[in-house]
């Protein structure tokens, strides 16, 4: 895949700068995460058809009724996740998709393990991420409920799906002094960070978000 070629009109460098003005207006301060959601061809990540809107601060559908995150979501949900701490240390990612927000992630720290239930999805979340040279997401298809205990415990959890309670198995994974940010709700949603202190866990309620629902099994 030449991306040199892609590189032109709407996806272009500078379409991909004024994404990241956006989300500075929208409020987003840490200069890691701009930097991260710059250094990343977002386009690479969604239907070809729908390319020329990739740098537009909207979800997409990516088919199998799943959508990529909203550029401002996965912004503030990785803010909120770095936010006075030096790294975010061995990441899990639930629900990688088209591999999106687990590429933005592999910016900002080494270890990113990636759980997506659908394998098609999983497969085009491979594909994308060769394709933009990421070779050190780990990914597997597996039910992100569960959490991936063979890789636990992780100093940050990032959930991509909106579950109606924590899944407990998560809260069981995230390392003393790690945190965890996920939607939580049905109709209305809000999202949560939860801290692993000491004292046991803090959770914070942060914005009202819109995902789709984290489902059970794996297909
Ligand atoms: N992280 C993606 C967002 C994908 S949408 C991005 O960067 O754009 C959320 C994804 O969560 C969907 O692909 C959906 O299939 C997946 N999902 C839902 N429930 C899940 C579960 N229990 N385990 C793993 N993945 C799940």
Redesign the pocket.
């Known amino acids: 895949m030449n991306l040199a070629r892609q590189g032109i009109g709407m996806t272009s460098q500078r379409t991909r700068v004024r994404m990241i003005e956006r989300l500075r207006q929208k409020g987003i301060v840490d200069e890691g995460v701009l930097a991260a959601l710059a250094a990343v061809p977002r386009h690479v990540?969604v239907e070809e058809a729908l390319s020329s809107r990739a740098y537009e601060d909207t979800?997409l559908p990516?088919g199998?009724?799943?959508?990529?995150?909203q550029p401002y979501v996965?912004a503030r949900m990785i803010e909120a996740l770095r936010a006075g701490r030096d790294s975010l240390g061995k990441t899990l990612?639930?629900?990688?998709?088209?591999?999106?927000?687990?590429?933005?992630l592999a910016q900002l720290t080494k270890e990113v393990y990636?759980?997506?239930?659908?394998a098609p999805?999983l497969a085009k979340?491979k594909q994308n991420l060769r394709k933009i040279g990421q070779v050190e997401v780990r990914l597997k298809h597996?039910?992100?409920?569960?959490g991936l205990p063979e890789a636990a415990p992780f100093e940050t959890i990032?959930?991509?799906?909106a579950?109606a309670t924590v899944?407990p198995a998560l809260l069981r994974q995230l390392a003393l002094g790690g945190r965890m940010i996920l939607p939580i709700g049905g109709a209305t949603q809000y999202l949560c960070l939860i801290e692993h202190r000491a004292e046991g866990f803090v959770e914070t309620r942060l914005d009202a978000v819109r995902?789709?629902?984290?489902?059970?099994?794996?297909e």
């Open positions: 990540f979800a990516l199998f009724a799943q959508t990529i995150s996965v990612e639930i629900g990688a998709g088209c591999g999106y927000q687990a590429a933005v990636a759980v997506e239930r659908i999805l979340a597996a039910d992100g409920q569960a990032i959930v991509a799906a579950a899944p995902f789709v629902p984290l489902l059970p099994g794996v």
